[in-house]
């Protein structure tokens, strides 16, 4: 298993430039927002080995890890495009946008952006966009944790609102028990409705 480490972030700090990590979860749900994080980590950051990309961690270690990367993190970001707007302007455009606000709302001025897989537009920030990135850089698989749990504590909180869903327990993703409430209840606001077609 490939450990997250801090290459790129430390090639910054020899520069004295900061940086960031960003990625997003939620891009392949049925309902719900996508949500993406932002984390920058100080110089002196000790590298934690249990942070690593989200989904290959479980659900009481990404929430132990994302307290310890609040804790020890210089700032971070969330950004959040809810269903509504992935369906007018689709889920490409909507992840990017998450990515931006999120990147928008570190208060520390950023001097590279390390994000996963993507390229972002209309950013002047020097980038790097990197393939499998939450697997392989420490502040993007920080960012991928902030942004998980993020998410699923508002998903798993429109049990509240829509309790015939099940939402606690598939979070958005499209599963047997999700399309068996649909059939039977319908659509909520929630749902991405560019994703049910057929449905």
């Known amino acids: 298993m490939i450990t997250p480490h801090f290459e790129f972030e430390k090639e910054a700090w020899l520069k004295n430039l900061t940086s960031c ?3 997003e979860v ?7 927002p996508v949500v993406a994080g932002a984390v920058s980590f100080p110089k002196n950051h ?12 479980t659900e009481k270690a990404r929430e132990e890890l994302f307290d310890f990367i ?3 993190c210089d700032d971070f970001g969330i950004g ?8 007018e302007i689709g889920i490409v455009p909507a992840t ?4 931006k606000i999120a990147i928008e709302s570190i208060n520390i001025k950023m001097d590279l952006i390390l994000i996963d897989a993507v390229k972002l537009e209309d950013v002047l920030t020097t980038q790097k966009s990197i393939i499998k990135g939450d697997e392989k850089v420490y502040s993007i698989a920080a960012a991928s944790i902030i942004a998980k749990v993020f998410r699923d504590r508002i998903v798993s909180g429109l049990d509240n609102v829509y309790e015939d869903y099940g939402f606690s327990s598939h979070k ?13 209840s319908g659509h909520t606001p929630e749902h991405r409705k560019t994703f049910l077609k057929n449905k």
């Open 21 to 23: 990590g960003v990625d």
């Open 26 to 32: 939620g891009r392949g749900c049925i309902a719900g």
């Open 96 to 99: 990017k946008k998450a990515m």
């Open 80 to 87: 959040l495009v809810p269903a509504t707007e992935i369906d």
């Open 70 to 72: 609040l804790d020890e």
């Open 172 to 184: 958005g993703y499209g599963t047997k028990k999700h399309y068996e409430a649909l059939n039977s």
């Open 46 to 57: 000790k590298l934690n080995e249990k942070i690593r990309d989200s989904k290959k961690l």
